[in-house]
């Protein structure tokens, strides 16, 4: 049995805060207890990840202002990732790379990011076990969008405030 088969009747469908909600812009606090609640809460986030079809959902999107990551980038989505307390540093050899993102939070709209490609990534597991790490592909462009996340950074503050105003507007409709 998987992990979402496992856990699959006992997770909730939390409610995902969307642009322009100012609850999005909140920095969330590194997280210091690995209990159960923790463990909960990422089994939720993870299934609402999956419900929506996204690859990436930070804690702050779902009103919870700990420093929290799920992550699925596997194309069967049978292999979720969890980061805790995520940090990076961009290595000193970097280029940049653009990508079309989307994010559950800005639903429909989709934009070209451009951000540097190679960074060395720290986190914590569920259990509180530290791990380093330098990633390659889409991880390194998806743990930077979400730990803008946990900065209170969304996607949309890399455009041009004309652009960001007219997705704000129709967002708000
Ligand atoms: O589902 C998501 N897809 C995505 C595509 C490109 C770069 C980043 C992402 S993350 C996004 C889900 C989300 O909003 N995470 O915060
Ligand atoms: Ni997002």
Same mark, same amino acid.
């Given at each position: 049995?998987?992990?979402?088969?496992?856990?699959?009747?006992?997770?909730?469908?939390?409610?995902?805060?969307?642009?322009?909600?100012?609850?999005?812009?909140?920095?969330?606090?590194?997280?210091?207890?690995?209990?159960?609640?923790?463990?909960?809460?990422?089994?939720?986030?993870?299934?609402?990840?999956?419900?929506?079809?996204?690859?990436?959902?930070?804690?702050?999107?779902?009103?919870?202002?700990?420093?929290?990551?799920?992550?699925?980038?596997?194309?069967?989505?049978?292999?979720?990732?969890?980061?805790?307390?995520?940090?990076?540093?961009? =290595? %000193?050899?970097?280029?940049?790379?653009?990508?079309?993102? $989307?994010? *559950?939070? @800005?639903?429909?709209?989709? !934009?070209?990011?451009?951000?540097?490609?190679?960074?060395?990534?720290?986190?914590?597991? =569920? %259990?509180?076990?530290?791990?380093?790490?330098?990633?390659? $592909?889409? *991880?390194? @462009?998806?743990?930077?969008? !979400?730990?803008?996340?946990?900065?209170?950074?969304?996607?949309?503050?890399?455009?041009?405030?004309?652009?960001?105003?007219?997705?704000?507007?129709?967002?708000?409709?």
């Amino acid at each position: 049995m998987d992990y979402k088969e496992k856990y699959y009747f006992m997770t909730q469908k939390l409610k995902i805060l969307q642009f322009p909600d100012p609850k999005l812009r909140k920095v969330a606090k590194k997280v210091t207890k690995f209990d159960k609640s923790l463990q909960n809460l990422a089994s939720d986030m993870l299934h609402t990840m999956y419900e929506e079809n996204g690859i990436g959902l930070a804690a702050t999107q779902v009103d919870h202002h700990i420093r929290l990551i799920v992550m699925d980038l596997s194309e069967k989505r049978n292999e979720p990732m969890f980061f805790v307390n995520p940090e990076y540093k961009i =290595l %000193d050899n970097h280029s940049t790379c653009s990508y079309e993102e $989307g994010c *559950l939070s @800005i639903p429909g709209f989709n !934009e070209e990011i451009t951000r540097p490609d190679k960074i060395d990534l720290k986190w914590q597991d =569920l %259990d509180g076990n530290t791990h380093n790490d330098k990633p390659k $592909g889409l *991880l390194t @462009i998806c743990i930077q969008h !979400e730990i803008d996340h946990l900065e209170g950074k969304l996607m949309v503050d890399y455009l041009s405030s004309l652009k960001r105003d007219r997705i704000r507007k129709k967002l708000l409709k």
